[in-house]
């Protein structure tokens, strides 16, 4: 009986990791075109230091940056302070603040309210998480305000203890007599 299910449970993850695999090599895909020809390879790195005051509190400082152009520019630079609050394990909530350093003076404050929800199955270690996130930045030059709504869905399998294997979509809602889906993402 216990061997049956061990199985069973052998197959379900080599099904999942091959899913994960097919929607991660495939998603390319479905990506829609760069709106600059000059973001090509593209790079991010970053620092992220984490404070927890308690279980549910903990604060959030980042520094990254974004190198472009076949990585011959620094596209963006930014630092960010977030807090984070746990209502319990499966819900929280954050807010954060951007500074954003750009070329041609186009730097941009932005502000950021998260809501998540996560589950996990611990015997198939699978991970579902949601992200609602209401994001509301301004460019410092002109004063041009830009406000999304940006949904992401996430799937995760834990393969190992260093191994996880996601596959991820982000929709971008821009409000600003914009009114429209701006970008899907996935990954």
Not at 33 to 48: A, D, K, M, Y
Not at 56 to 85: C, M, P, W
């Amino acid at each position: 009986m216990i061997s049956t299910i061990v199985s069973y449970m052998n197959c379900f993850k080599l099904f999942f990791l091959s899913c994960l695999i097919i929607l991660s090599t495939e998603a390319s895909l479905y990506g829609q075109v760069e709106e600059s020809p000059n973001r090509v390879n593209e790079f991010w790195t970053g620092v992220t230091l984490k404070y927890k005051i308690n279980k549910k509190v903990a604060f959030n400082l980042d520094h990254q940056v974004r190198i472009t152009d076949n990585l011959h520019e620094i596209r963006s630079t930014f630092f960010e302070f977030g807090a984070k609050y746990k209502f319990n394990k499966y819900f929280a909530s954050s807010l954060n603040y951007r500074y954003t350093i750009r070329n041609q003076e186009r730097h941009v404050n932005r502000f950021t309210l998260d809501g998540t929800a996560k589950w996990k199955h611990k015997p198939t270690h699978i991970e579902l998480a949601y992200r609602f996130r209401l994001q509301h930045g301004i460019v410092t030059y002109t004063k041009e305000p830009a406000t999304y709504v940006r949904n992401r869905f996430q799937i995760s399998y834990d393969l190992t203890k260093r191994l996880d294997l996601f596959a991820r979509y982000e929709s971008f809602y821009r409000f600003n007599d914009k009114n429209r889906f701006r970008q899907n993402l996935f990954a």
